[in-house]
């Protein structure tokens, strides 16, 4: 019913900067959150980041915290991820998410809706 499409991954070398987006189309008008989550190869899905639908309110992982942040425009349908003092340990397929709740979750269980990721390749 929702389609997630993310775009602005690439390769950057450690210490820099990169903005990830994420675009959303089909049912949007009911009030949602949005989050960001990750996967390197051979390793779990961890959590990224989450906001609310008012972006009032917002929460990280620890692993990132200070160094991303996400952001969203409701009015284009889309969330942001900016990305500073990348490290290699970044490296990963990021996805975005939404849930139909207009609350922030850091458990993927809460989500409804994937997208298919970008990928993040960080080089020393």
């Known amino acids: 019913q929702v389609q997630l499409v993310e775009s602005g991954g690439g390769l950057v070398q450690a210490g820099g900067s990169l903005r990830l987006s994420c675009a959303a189309s089909g049912r949007t008008f009911s009030r949602y959150a949005m989050g960001w989550f990750r996967q390197a190869p051979g390793k779990e899905r961890e959590f990224v980041a989450s906001?609310?639908?008012?972006?009032?309110?917002?929460i990280y992982a620890d692993s990132v915290k200070g160094r991303f942040t996400i952001s969203r425009d409701n009015a284009k349908n889309t969330v942001h991820l900016h990305m500073n003092s990348l490290k290699p340990e970044d490296t990963a397929v990021y996805v975005c998410?939404?849930?139909?709740?207009?609350?922030?979750?850091?458990?993927?269980?809460?989500?409804?809706?994937w997208g298919q990721g970008t990928q993040v390749t960080v080089s020393s």
């Open positions: 906001i609310t639908w008012g972006g009032g309110n917002t």
């Open positions: 998410a939404a849930a139909l709740t207009p609350f922030a979750y850091s458990t993927a269980t809460k989500y409804d809706y």
